[in-house]
């Protein structure tokens, strides 16, 4: 069935869609870890800026000590410089990672439901084959009581040989299945001869019973 087709296709997609998904938690957990790190720095160095900048303006200090914090608030004007702008490379990038996860994400939620909606279809579609094949099985037992048992062992005969596929009607002048046209001569016995013939071709059972009514 074609449902089948299409649902092995939506299980693949979804296989190598969980693997890109998995890569991407990892890269965006990994983003969002260097940004925290990031934040907490920056703000460590700020609190210790704050420090610094207290005792500076306090005017206890002596001038040893006074170059000395001078020293260390530029250290740390420095490392918060650095710090806001790597911060905004990562937050680029852990913002870049979170748009690719929430489209696999979104991406995998329409496979999941196009799938669940395929396994559906093939149900409902196998249900409906199921009830025809009852209704053809419980036909075919209608019809075989009003044969004759030589045609039905000639049916059973051909049913074995072709498959199946042993009864064909006439279209015109050519066989349903085997669709070679009947020449003229063998069209003019045919017409005249009984209802169930065989197929001079390919020998399967050949009914003709009202095709050459008009």
């Given at each position: 069935?074609?449902?089948?087709?299409?649902?092995?296709?939506?299980?693949?997609?979804?296989?190598?869609?969980?693997?890109?998904?998995?890569?991407?938690?990892?890269?965006?957990?990994?983003?969002?870890?260097?940004?925290?790190?990031?934040?907490?720095?920056?703000?460590?160095?700020?609190?210790?800026?704050?420090?610094?900048?207290?005792?500076?303006?306090?005017?206890?200090?002596?001038?040893?000590?006074?170059?000395?914090?001078?020293?260390?608030?530029?250290?740390?004007?420095?490392?918060?410089?650095?710090?806001?702008?790597?911060?905004?490379?990562?937050?680029?990038?852990?913002?870049?990672?979170?748009?690719?996860?929430?489209?696999?994400?979104?991406?995998?939620?329409?496979?999941?439901?196009?799938?669940?909606?395929?396994?559906?279809?093939?149900?409902?579609?196998?249900?409906?084959?199921?009830?025809?094949?009852?209704?053809?099985?419980?036909?075919?037992?209608?019809?075989?009581?009003?044969?004759?048992?030589?045609?039905?062992?000639?049916?059973?005969?051909?049913?074995?040989?072709?498959?199946?596929?042993?009864?064909?009607?006439?279209?015109?002048?050519?066989?349903?299945?085997c669709r070679v046209t009947v020449p003229a001569s063998s069209f003019g016995d045919i017409r005249r001869g009984?209802?169930?013939?065989?197929?001079?071709y390919c020998h399967r059972i050949l009914v003709t019973d009202g095709m050459f009514d008009l």
């Amino acid at each position: 069935m074609p449902q089948t087709k299409k649902i092995n296709a939506v299980m693949a997609a979804q296989k190598k869609l969980s693997g890109e998904l998995s890569k991407l938690v990892g890269l965006r957990k990994d983003a969002e870890m260097d940004l925290e790190e990031n934040e907490a720095n920056h703000q460590k160095y700020l609190n210790m800026t704050a420090e610094v900048q207290e005792r500076y303006a306090s005017g206890t200090v002596g001038y040893r000590e006074l170059a000395d914090l001078e020293s260390q608030l530029t250290y740390f004007a420095k490392r918060i410089e650095k710090l806001e702008f790597q911060h905004n490379e990562l937050l680029a990038r852990a913002e870049k990672v979170r748009g690719a996860e929430a489209n696999a994400r979104a991406l995998d939620k329409r496979l999941r439901e196009e799938g669940r909606a395929l396994v559906d279809s093939l149900k409902e579609q196998a249900t409906a084959i199921e009830q025809e094949i009852g209704a053809l099985t419980k036909e075919r037992e209608e019809v075989v009581t009003y044969l004759s048992e030589k045609n039905l062992a000639w049916y059973a005969e051909a049913s074995k040989r072709f498959q199946g596929l042993a009864v064909e009607t006439l279209r015109g002048s050519q066989p349903s299945v085997c669709r070679v046209t009947v020449p003229a001569s063998s069209f003019g016995d045919i017409r005249r001869g009984p209802d169930i013939v065989e197929c001079p071709y390919c020998h399967r059972i050949l009914v003709t019973d009202g095709m050459f009514d008009l």
